[in-house]
């Protein structure tokens, strides 16, 4: 049963439709992906798994790609990489569609490994293993639908959105006792049963849990593409997974020897 199980768990999902990702010799990759995705190097990662199958990946946009793909866009198929990850699996899909955003192909991988740096580079090496070798094809058989304003606008968001976000900087207690943003949210007080902490709200999806006998906070908690998980950054540097359960704040901190220490900080 168990082995059973660890092949369901390595394995990839495979949605394919109509024209094949196996007809184009050329894919473009976009140089940034949303959030957790654009992390971990995953983009490189991406591009080496793509040549290695035998596909020509440009990252240039797309007034800058050669004249012979300008003049034929249709030629090229777009792949992303979203993060489909649920509280305790990391998953990513792989998705390629043709010039007309219709889906090509989804391949999906799940990672066993629960740490964001390990889990999603395994789980988006699983879901290359689905995709085909580059065969083209000399008759691809799709014209570009000129009327493609709400793809343009989309891209340009998504650019608005990776240049805004920038890495967390590093709060000590006197700044966020100085802060208007923790002055006006009430803390709330946690406990493991070892100390007790203060849950002060940094807004943008952050917040910290502060001991008195501290400088430093003790955690700090920033959002994940999945709601309700979170990356944690412990006061002694190392890197955490928290989240909400019945009320109380769980850290799942990592050990050497592959298991996880469990901390529950229950509200007082």
Avoid: H
């Avoid at 967390?168 to 007080?189: L, R, W």
């Avoid at 002060?200 to 006998?213: K, P, T, V």
């Amino acid at each position: 049963m168990k082995k059973l199980l660890s092949i369901f768990l390595i394995s990839s999902v495979v949605t394919a439709y109509g024209q094949k990702i196996s007809d184009f010799q050329y894919i473009y990759v976009p140089k940034t992906f949303e959030k957790e995705m654009n992390k971990y190097d995953l983009n490189k990662q991406l591009v080496k798994g793509l040549e290695s199958k035998n596909y020509k990946v440009i990252q240039e946009e797309k007034e800058d790609w050669p004249a012979e793909l300008s003049q034929n866009r249709c030629s090229v198929a777009r792949a992303n990489l979203l993060d489909n990850s649920s509280m305790f699996r990391n998953r990513v899909i792989v998705k390629f569609s043709d010039c007309n955003d219709k889906v090509l192909l989804e391949s999906k991988g799940m990672s066993m490994q629960k740490e964001f740096e390990t889990g999603f580079p395994d789980a988006l090496e699983i879901s290359l293993r689905s995709v085909p070798v580059s065969n083209p094809s000399q008759t691809i058989s799709i014209v570009e639908n000129t009327k493609k304003p709400k793809e343009e606008v989309v891209a340009k968001v998504e650019k608005v959105k990776t240049t805004e976000t920038a890495s967390a900087p590093v709060v000590t207690i006197s700044e966020v006792s100085s802060s208007p943003i923790a002055t006006t949210n009430k803390a709330e007080v946690f406990s493991n049963g070892k100390i007790s902490v203060q849950k002060i709200n940094m807004g943008s999806g952050q917040f910290i849990l502060a001991s008195g006998s501290s400088s430093s906070p003790y955690a700090v908690f920033t959002e994940t593409s999945k709601q309700g998980v979170y990356r944690v950054k412990m006061e002694n540097g190392a890197t955490a997974l928290g989240y909400a359960e019945n009320g109380s704040l769980i850290i799942e901190i990592p050990q050497a020897n592959d298991t996880y220490q469990k901390e529950v900080f229950q509200k007082k």
